[in-house]
């Protein structure tokens, strides 16, 4: 069975600080991992995903297969980082289940001025 | 913007009735998904849909309905067995091919009366 766990219910920073959300995830096979982003009022939305390796809105996220981790991190927070966040995992291969993602429980990421 | 258009934003309901959740996508995706979102839990898949008129049930797919009779319609029926139904509902369309990221609807917000 596929499971996401995002140990922190709540996180909170001060602007310009790092911060990591952390993502753990359970997976017998070749994974997909994204990362979804729920500003207050709006829709959820993609963040990013380990596939394309890029940085959005100055967030990375890297997989680290050995530790089963895709932490989303960020060198110096803003206040319009403040956000609902989701980890969310997927099959990296064909089937009948392919499309299908397993999201974790969510952080809620507050940055203070 | 349009994409995934999910009505009504709020819905009433008395005990014992059955109620459906519209969800229209303008996306020409294959793939559709209802979630259930409660505070402390994240998403929970209830049911989903790779094409049409095929349907599968999610992780908690008991007391709910769904069809797929067109490619841009996936409704969802709450009926009288659902327990627990006060909760957000998002719909999600993807292309549903592996790699391919969900878009999600603004949500419907349910209550019991």
């Known amino acids: 069975a596929q499971r996401v766990t995002q140990p922190e219910k709540l996180l909170s920073v001060f602007k310009g600080a790092p911060v990591e959300l952390k993502c753990n995830y359970s997976?017998?096979?070749?994974?997909?991992l994204f990362w979804y982003v729920q500003y207050s009022r709006q829709r959820l939305q993609l963040l990013l995903r380990?596939?394309s390796r890029e940085s959005i809105k100055g967030f990375t996220a890297d997989l680290n297969k050995g530790e089963t981790s895709f932490h989303l991190k960020k060198p110096f927070a803003q206040e319009e980082d403040s956000a609902m966040y989701y980890c969310?995992?997927?099959?990296?291969?064909?089937?009948?289940?392919?499309?299908?993602?397993?999201f974790g429980q969510g952080t809620i990421l507050t940055v203070h001025p | 913007d349009g994409g995934i258009t999910q009505s009504p934003k709020y819905l009433f309901r008395k005990e014992g009735q059955n109620v459906t959740l519209s969800c229209e996508q303008n996306l020409n995706h294959d793939a559709m998904y209802w979630y259930r979102q409660d505070p402390g839990q994240g998403l929970r898949l209830i049911y989903y849909?790779?094409?049409?008129?095929?349907?599968q049930k999610g992780d908690i797919a008991e007391g709910y309905s769904v069809s797929r009779e067109k490619k841009e319609s996936f409704p969802l029926t709450v009926t009288s067995a659902q327990k627990n139904p006060t909760a957000f509902y998002l719909c999600?369309?993807?292309?549903?091919?592996?790699?391919?990221?969900?878009?999600f609807g603004d949500g419907t917000r349910l209550s019991i009366l």
């Open positions: 380990h596939i």
């Open positions: 969310a995992l997927g099959p990296n291969a064909g089937g009948t289940s392919y499309g299908k993602l397993t």
């Open positions: 849909s790779q094409i049409v008129n095929d349907f």
């Open positions: 997976y017998s096979g070749s994974p997909e």
């Open positions: 999600a369309s993807s292309p549903g091919r592996i790699n391919q990221p969900q878009h």
